[in-house]
């Protein structure tokens, strides 16, 4: 199988150059950064080429480019595209890509794919992908693509790009937001390198997230801040509940904080099958580091 990656010279396209190649796929990356693409060349043993080359030899086009660049490329890809390909993304959004792929790719079978991991991830076992098919031959491409994931050990589900995004605005929208505001808050204090000496179990998981944040790329989290959708109301919400917390212990109202505290308790143990297991799962990711 001939894979073309566009974008293959980036963190994600190297990654899945570096899977496809261990799957025994024929691989070619394009990217604009020329330096990066032969850095890419080099380190992985693939051929680099032109969108327009490697689009018209490739059976599966992966489309690994920032959503902000997405349409362009996606206009001119779609000009040399077959009916008989099939075209993938591995945005972390999914209406604005699957839309704009739709409007601009009129041969080849397209698929929104969300792979839910980092760079960092050593292989497809035990991660997540979200697949978005909107009609009845993607959701067959879907199926076929389950079925090849599942069977190297990751965890894949099938939902519309509407679901997705609407999950993925608080799964990444609201996670990133809070740790992005807490290293804010955090490298504020004049004495942030003292607590780091002498901080505790759920001071270093906190600054495992707000490292593990800010060492990716910033053009990448503000666009999954600006594309998500309801991400804006869902951080209003969580401010509008910071605030009433903040409130309850400047004005040192110990009850309301200890039922709301009790009531969350209750509910996320009800529904959360780890909920007895989390504090020692928190001091196995310290130890872990």
């Known amino acids: 199988m001939r894979v073309a990656i566009i974008g293959g010279s980036g963190k994600m396209g190297r990654w899945f150059a570096n899977f496809l190649l261990q799957e025994g796929s024929e691989v070619v990356i394009t990217g604009r950064n020329q330096d990066k693409l032969q850095a890419a060349q080099r380190e992985l043993g693939v051929t680099v080429a032109t969108n327009e080359e490697a689009v018209k030899k490739a059976d599966v086009v992966i489309l690994s480019v ?36 739709h409007q601009y790719i ?10 839910v991991f980092g760079p960092g991830a050593k292989s497809v076992a035990n991660h997540s992908f979200v697949l978005t098919p909107t009609s009845d031959q993607e959701t067959n491409l879907a199926q076929k693509a389950k079925d090849y994931l599942e069977a190297r050990g990751a965890k894949v589900t099938l939902m519309s790009p509407q679901e997705h995004d609407e999950m993925m605005a608080v799964i990444l929208g609201l996670s990133h937001f809070i740790a992005i505001v807490a290293a804010d808050t955090l490298l504020g204090l004049d004495r942030w390198q003292k607590m780091e000496a002498i901080s505790g179990t759920t001071y270093k998981v906190l600054m495992t997230l707000v490292e593990s944040v800010l060492s990716e790329d910033p053009e ?21 509940r910071t605030k009433i917390w903040a409130d309850w212990v400047k004005n040192r109202e110990r009850q309301q904080f200890v039922d709301r505290m009790n009531a969350l308790k209750s509910k996320l143990k009800t529904n959360s099958l780890d909920f007895g297991r989390a504090y020692e799962n928190m001091y196995r990711i310290v130890e872990g580091l």
């Open 66 to 101: 920032p959503i902000d660049s997405f349409a362009e490329i996606v206009r001119q890809i779609g000009l040399y595209t077959r009916p008989e390909q099939i075209i993938v993304d591995v945005t972390s959004v999914k209406v604005f890509p699957v839309t704009t792929m």
């Open 106 to 115: 009129k041969n080849g079978l397209i698929l929104g794919t969300h792979p």
């Open 220 to 240: 990448l989290y503000a666009s999954l801040q600006m594309y998500l959708p309801n991400v804006v109301e869902i951080e209003r919400v969580f401010l509008e």
